[in-house]
């Protein structure tokens, strides 16, 4: 403690920081909101299967609980699944972060 | 135990002639369609076939050999019967056969489950078979159990079928325990042994609960006898309805009675037709349905165009008379605020969008009008409903709720000349169904007018008791066949049957892409019910242009974040705002890496998807150096995967390893001033 240990990261800092950057843009006077971290997860699950991406390689990505019907190997990740990927993620960034 | 080889039940014989057509024609590498066609067809020829040998007394063997003759040149050849012949009796042999005429039922019952705690190699799958039919056993096992006393139980036994090709039960007695891990036990402790010996009648008590309609149904059967005896003998006493374990075999032909009361039970069998709860209806009977649907076509009574049109949007929507007797049309004045407000109480149906406009009822949201009326409100007096809403309605608007149903454009035509009939009548209305009522037209249904058709229908197809949930049923079984996916019928009937299979539960899928899936498998199962056949491989071409590109269901929506919210917190991080962000203000050396910290997690948020507590998990040689992929360790039922990272996002977490080794491990890391000061 004496030498300055680094805060590490836990799920209540991370929700409080963007619950923070919520309110803080939208809604500074209302009630406090419930904010859950996995709203980014689902809303990356949404975008993924809008923008054309197979159940199977979402399942993949996202680490679904493995059942009968998707049977794969995690261990090895594709070429195709990287290509995907790559295609999807660029209309995202396109959408999202290019905010300039 | 003694295995007997002379005397085969026919049923079984049966029984395992459809499994082994079943086999070959799995071989023969053809569409599941034609298969289940050809499976059926078959079925029904072999039962047509050996209904003349059912009742013969001769020995298997003799039986057989006159089938083979008879049916030689047919549909198989004598080979693949002298195999399956033998067949049979290997797998006769594999079982143990138990009469219940034999003396000795209980202790034999009871040596099989010694055999079995005892791990024996013998007794192979763990089954064996009892040789009569099935309400009579139960019968025999309820006498059986009132004149012993009971002692306390563990149920070992769990599963029990009843095959529907035969009047033989198959018990399959499975134990909790696996066999090693008894074997295992059995070496160590031989006293323990000894508790999972037991008598027979103790362990069916068991099976009761799963008797118990077949008791019921036998007493009918011998109550009925009884009173025809009486008429005949004038007997009073009620014990003759103890069953004699041997009356099957000591029948010969020249008792007629019991001849008489043996026909008498298979004419009950056979002559009550009726559709059991889970059946579902073939396609010939779809067929002669459709048929007379046809035939109403330009019928001028009302009832009988409003019967055939919600029957088909039963059978391809997979809806409840109650949902679609509630639907109303869309009012073109208030076009814009029509999902707004009426939507609340009503699925609303928009002819132009070919859509069914309703709310879900897993996304059920207070209206105002609850909240005036909180008292009432079932679901609003829970005080954490009303909490959670309360915060979450200024975030969400009513129409974040509202999903659609893609109607199919012979359901459409249908309904357009359902419209153009009430039209020509005079008939005004906002609902789409409406039948006559003793003061005028309603749109409610009675259950009496919906009864008089089907009467008049079903009477054609020799069929008595009809229910609701076997139309459901056809839509489950046969949308497989056209390919539909689960997931695609789930959401146009938004009944789920394995939620194991469904992964949507946090998405919002668009109409378009669920239009085009069940617009073909719909028109494909349409053309077959028409032309009587299972496979066509007609593809319509079908325009879903029309269909907006509007959320077909949203799962969970209110928890997946508007992409307008995401837009403007990477704003707000890459502004000088973010600095002032009280969890991250800490010594300047180290406000860059903090901000970056949370930059890179709310792109993995994004871009990756991972959850919260994966992210914590992180550590740094996880990252590959070489190439843009990063490891990551989810559920303790997952394995851990290797994920593709975007060339932006693996800039950012390059430059986090920078930064000096504190914290070796850990990847993510926030350097705080609190803790400093301490």
């Known amino acids: 403690m004496k030498n300055g240990l680094p805060f590490e990261i836990k799920l209540s800092l991370v929700e409080s920081i963007f619950e923070f950057i919520i309110k803080d843009i939208y809604s500074q006077d209302s009630k406090a909101v419930e904010f859950d971290c996995y709203a980014f997860r689902h809303r990356c699950h949404s975008d993924f299967y809008l923008l054309g991406c197979e159940e199977r390689t979402i399942n993949y990505l996202f680490g679904h609980y493995k059942n009968q019907i998707y049977d794969f190997t995690y261990a090895f990740l594709s070429d195709e699944i990287i290509q995907k990927y790559n295609q999807i993620t660029n209309k995202i960034i396109k959408d999202y972060l290019l905010y300039e | 135990m003694k295995i007997q080889t002379d005397y085969i039940p026919f049923s079984i014989f049966l029984n395992e002639l459809i499994r082994q057509t079943e086999k070959n024609l799995k071989t023969l590498n053809k569409s599941k369609v034609e298969w289940f066609t050809k499976k059926i067809f078959i079925e029904k020829q072999i039962l047509e076939k050996l209904a003349p040998f059912k009742n013969s007394k001769e020995p298997t063997e003799n039986k057989l050999a006159k089938f083979f003759d008879t049916n030689k040149d047919t549909f198989f050849y004598k080979k693949h019967y002298l195999t399956l012949h033998q067949r049979i009796i290997q797998i006769y042999n594999q079982k143990n056969v138990i009469n219940i005429s034999d003396e000795n039922f209980d202790e034999k019952i009871g040596q099989v489950f010694t055999a079995l705690n005892a791990g024996c190699s013998t007794i192979i799958n763990n089954s064996f078979l009892i040789d009569t039919s099935v309400e009579k056993f139960a019968y025999f096992i309820k006498n059986k159990i009132s004149q012993k006393k009971k002692n306390s139980l563990n149920p070992y036994i769990e599963i029990s079928t009843v095959d529907r090709y035969s009047s033989i039960v198959y018990f399959v007695w499975t134990n909790k325990y696996s066999l090693s891990d008894i074997s295992k036990r059995d070496s160590s402790t031989k006293k323990e042994q000894k508790t999972y010996i037991r008598s027979a009648s103790d362990l069916i008590e068991d099976y009761l609960p799963v008797i118990d309609p077949y008791i019921k149904k036998y007493n009918q059967n011998v109550r009925d006898d009884i009173k025809t005896d009486k008429e005949d003998h004038n007997k009073t006493d009620n014990e003759s309805l103890d069953i004699d374990t041997d009356q099957e075999t000591d029948i010969t ?9 043996k026909n008498h039970y298979l004419s009950l069998k056979d002559n009550i037709p009726s559709i059991d709860r889970y059946e579902v209806l073939k396609i010939n009977q779809l067929h002669k349905l459709h048929q007379y649907f046809n035939k109403l076509k330009n019928s001028t009574d009302l009832d009988q165009q409003s019967f055939r049109l919600m029957f088909y949007m039963m059978l391809f929507l997979r809806r409840s008379p109650t949902f679609l007797s509630s639907i109303k049309y869309v009012s073109q004045t208030n076009s814009n605020k029509k999902l707004k407000t009426d939507i609340d109480n009503y699925p609303l149906l928009d002819i132009d969008d070919q859509v069914i406009y309703y709310k879900p009822k897993h996304l059920f949201s207070p209206t105002i009008r609850d909240y005036e009326n909180k008292e009432k409100n079932e679901y609003l007096k829970n005080k954490e409903n009303f909490e959670t809403w309360n915060d979450l309605l200024p975030f969400y608007n009513n129409a974040h709720f509202i999903a659609g149903i893609p109607l199919p454009p012979f359901l459409i035509e249908m309904i357009k000349k359902y419209d153009n ?13 409406i039948w006559k009522g003793q003061d005028g037209f309603t749109n409610q249904l009675d259950n009496s007018k919906f009864n008089d058709p089907q009467k008049q229908l079903f009477s054609e197809l020799n069929i008595e008791r009809y229910l609701y949930e076997n139309i459901y ?23 789920h049957r394995i939620p194991h299979e469904i992964c949507i539960r946090y998405t919002s899928i668009s109409l378009k892409i669920l239009a085009n899936n069940y617009f073909l498998a719909s028109q494909r199962w349409f053309n077959a019910i028409r032309s009587n056949y299972l496979l066509s491989d007609y593809q319509p071409h079908i325009d879903s242009t029309i269909i907006k590109n509007m959320p077909a269901i949203r799962m969970g929506s209110w928890r997946a974040l508007e992409p307008r919210y995401c837009k403007e917190i990477t704003s707000y991080l890459s502004s000088s705002r973010a600095l002032e962000i009280p969890m991250i203000q800490t010594k300047p050396g180290y406000q860059n890496r903090n901000i970056k910290v949370v930059k890179a997690i709310f792109h993995l948020f994004i871009l990756n998807g991972l959850r919260p507590f994966e992210i914590t998990r992180l550590q740094r040689s996880w990252l590959s150096l070489e190439k843009p992929t990063l490891l990551v360790n989810g559920k303790a039922e997952e394995n851990a995967r290797l994920i593709p990272l975007h060339d932006l996002l693996y800039n950012e977490l390059k430059s986090l390893l920078k930064f000096k080794k504190e914290k070796p491990n850990q990847l993510f890391w926030m350097y705080d001033e609190k803790w400093a000061a301490i």
Do not use: H
Request: aromatic share 20%; charged share 35%.
């Open chain 2, 253 to 261: 032909d020249d008792d007629e009675s019991n001849l008489e009361k």
């Open chain 2, 421 to 433: 009939f009430k039209k020509y009548n005079n008939i005004d209305s906002s609902y789409l169904f």
């Open chain 2, 473 to 495: 049923r056809t839509f489950d079984a046969y949308m497989k066949y056209f390919g539909l996916g689960l997931v695609d019928a789930y959401l146009i009937s938004e009944r």
